[in-house]
């Protein structure tokens, strides 16, 4: 079967999404990746005040009928933290990474953070073939 080249498709996964409580918040929507076979990960983090929070984002990949999403541990994303000091001014990064499941979405975890120190985040994902 020929290797068929698609236009890439982009999605909003979190707009402005405030991480301040160390429960596992917020998590994106998710976005179907058939037929794509790599993505790229736009993050824009900004942060206030600077005493020793620290922001995880996690990709996550799942099945259709699969209730709890696997975390992505291939390369960087295995370990993808940010800490206050890094993001006071904000920050705008892109990852590439690989398709490995039919759904794709986004968490953050946040560590130390309170109502008065936290991170905000907005969030896309580009599909490509």
Same mark, same amino acid.
């Given at each position: 079967?020929? *290797?068929?080249?698609?236009? #890439?498709?982009?999605?909003?996964?979190?707009?402005?999404?405030?991480?301040? /409580? +160390?429960?596992? &918040? #917020?998590?994106?929507?998710?976005?179907?990746? %058939? #037929?794509?076979?790599?993505?790229?990960? &736009?993050? %824009?983090?900004? =942060?206030?005040? +600077?005493?020793?929070?620290?922001?995880?984002?996690?990709?996550?990949? /799942?099945? %259709? *009928?699969?209730?709890? #999403?696997?975390? $992505?541990?291939?390369?960087?994303?295995?370990?993808?933290? $940010? %800490?206050?000091? *890094? +993001?006071? =001014?904000?920050? $705008?990064?892109? &990852?590439?990474?690989?398709?490995?499941?039919?759904?794709?979405?986004?968490?953050?975890?946040?560590?130390?953070?309170?109502? /008065?120190? $936290? &991170? +905000?985040? /907005?969030?896309?994902?580009?599909?490509?073939?």
């Amino acid at each position: 079967m020929p *290797d068929v080249k698609r236009p #890439p498709a982009t999605f909003h996964l979190l707009k402005d999404a405030v991480v301040k /409580s +160390t429960a596992v &918040f #917020p998590i994106s929507g998710t976005v179907f990746t %058939e #037929p794509y076979r790599h993505f790229l990960l &736009f993050l %824009e983090i900004d =942060s206030t005040g +600077t005493d020793a929070h620290v922001l995880q984002v996690v990709v996550q990949f /799942s099945h %259709e *009928d699969q209730a709890e #999403p696997y975390d $992505y541990k291939q390369g960087l994303f295995a370990s993808l933290f $940010y %800490e206050d000091v *890094d +993001t006071a =001014s904000g920050v $705008y990064e892109c &990852f590439a990474g690989d398709c490995w499941g039919r759904q794709i979405s986004v968490k953050l975890v946040g560590t130390g953070v309170t109502s /008065s120190l $936290y &991170f +905000t985040v /907005s969030a896309w994902l580009e599909l490509l073939s």
